[in-house]
């Protein structure tokens, strides 16, 4: 079982920047591929970012250059850097846990709001 806080939302106007991060409890967060999607109003949820146990790392086009997802095992948390953004970036950030080998073993944190708008 694992339990997963994201935090660090909020408003911000564009071009600015937020770092949102994951908090894991429960499990050893090390053996999960964890990942960022986001939700916006009206639309499908979609993946942001990924990023595996082993640190290999995957980012939705729209985000690339601007978005990095890392994560830190000791901590278990996992953080999204989020630079220039634009208001298109306005959403609800969900963190989700995948076991690495059991992958039907999947968890999802209860989102934070991040509105870009000047």
Sequence with gaps: QVQLVE???GLV???GSLRLSCAASGSIVSI???GWYRQAPGKQRELVATISSGGTTDYADSVKGRFTISRDNAKKTVYLQMNS???EDTAVYY???RH?????LVYWG????VTVSA
């Design 95 to 97: 963190c989700k846990a």
């Design 32 to 34: 999960y591929d964890m």
């Design 13 to 15: 106007q564009p071009g």
């Design 100 to 104: 690495t080998l059991v992958h039907s």
């Design 85 to 87: 953004l634009k208001p």
């Design 110 to 113: 209860q989102g934070t709001q």
């Design 7 to 9: 935090s660090g939302g």
